[in-house]
């Protein structure tokens, strides 16, 4: 298991609108429904990731780059994708371009441009870009002031090319799609399928006589679990319907740390409700992959380990837990109360 994160940036926002159509389309506008669809890409695929902005927000630099490193630390292994959409003096411009930073190599951006490409659209080239005043430092403050994480700048097309522009907005999800199959394909990741229905799940048959009601009550459920379980939108049900039941007459073991998955359900959803981690919901329930399927039921770790977020500080954990920061020290055998995205602690 790989321990990609990505950081979703929409380029510009509020009071900077960025390029601007000769039909009055704002590029700060394109790179929020971007980067706002590649959330949901990269939460599908099962891969932590956050945006920088949810909003026509405005952003310093600075502060952008505060959440860029607040959101899960700073590390390689956290891809930053910078939303854009291009403008060119030159007429005729056209084509997706990904610019990276000189400390990363270019595999991540050619495997993204090669993905828009095998997508049918128009592609320029992958580069670096200097400073003129230093060639050691990063053009753009995205790739200089990140630490060691691995950002890239990804320009669509160009926005004062009407060709470029209408292709965006007619095929943005597609353009999405190639640049997290891009970054995947990188990391070594298997896009997961959506949740099927296991050969092991029970399934109970409707007979004639049968209500919903009935079957609830015979395998301990409720209809409302069974609604959800079948995605029904009434408790009608028809003579003959296969339904999925709960695969245990009991939804909860002795701990209460038994979770039942949900139609739209994925490792990462789940793992981050219960304050975990995929990894560790893989290494309890011996899975050798992140798919997991609709009626499965998967073991919890008990409740008194907490998963560092981003933003945490001891302080504020052991205030949140009713305990002080010395107590955690001793608890975890921490030397300093620094701690870390993803960190396991004892409360
Ligand atoms: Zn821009």
């Known amino acids: 298991m790989n321990d990609l994160k990505v950081v979703i940036d929409a380029g510009h926002g509020g009071t900077d609108p960025g390029a601007v159509s000769q039909s009055g389309v704002n590029e700060k506008d394109l790179n929020l429904m971007i980067a706002k669809y590649m ?16 909003s026509d ?55 993204i441009l090669d993905e828009i490409k095998k997508a049918g659209f ?33 320009e669509y097309g160009y926005i004062n090319n009407p060709t470029d522009l209408k292709r965006i907005q007619d095929n943005y999800k597609k353009y999405v799609d190639a640049v997290v199959k891009g970054v995947l394909e990188t990391f070594g990741i298997k896009e997961t399928m959506p949740p099927m229905m296991p050969s092991t799940t029970n399934t109970y048959t409707v007979k004639a006589g049968d209500t919903l009601w009935n079957i609830a009550k015979r395998y301990n459920t409720t209809v409302e679990e069974l ?6 939108t009434s408790d009608l049900i028809n003579i003959g319907k296969v339904l999925i039941v709960p695969t245990s007459s009991n939804s909860t073991n ?66 949140r837990y009713n305990t002080t920061v010395e107590n955690l020290m001793k608890i975890n055998n921490l030397t300093s109360d620094l701690i870390t995205v993803g960190q396991k602690i004892m409360l």
């Open 122 to 154: 128009p592609i320029r080239n992958v580069y670096q870009r200097r400073l003129p005043s230093n060639s050691n430092k990063d053009y753009y403050f995205i790739h200089r002031e990140t630490g060691s994480t691995q950002p890239i700048i990804v």
């Open 254 to 319: 002795s701990n209460g740390n038994i979770y039942t998955v949900k139609a739209g359900d994925t490792l990462w959803n789940i793992a981050k409700r219960y304050n975990t981690t995929v990894e560790e919901l893989m290494r309890l329930n011996n899975l050798s992959s992140d798919l997991i399927m609709v009626g499965q039921q998967l073991m919890l770790p008990s409740s008194n380990m907490y998963t560092v977020k981003a933003g945490d500080t001891l302080w504020n954990i052991a205030k």
């Open 57 to 111: 927000e405005t952003i310093s630099p600075t502060e952008r780059v505060r959440r860029i490193l607040a959101a899960y630390g700073d590390n390689p292994n956290v891809v930053v994708i910078s939303n854009h959409i291009n403008s060119s003096a030159t007429p005729g411009a056209e084509g997706t371009e990904v610019i990276y930073a000189l400390r990363n190599s270019d595999e991540l951006s050619k495997n």
């Open 227 to 232: 609604m959800r379980l079948n995605n029904l």
């Open 39 to 54: 959330l949901e890409k990269f939460t599908q695929a099962g891969v932590p990731a956050t945006l920088i902005r949810t």
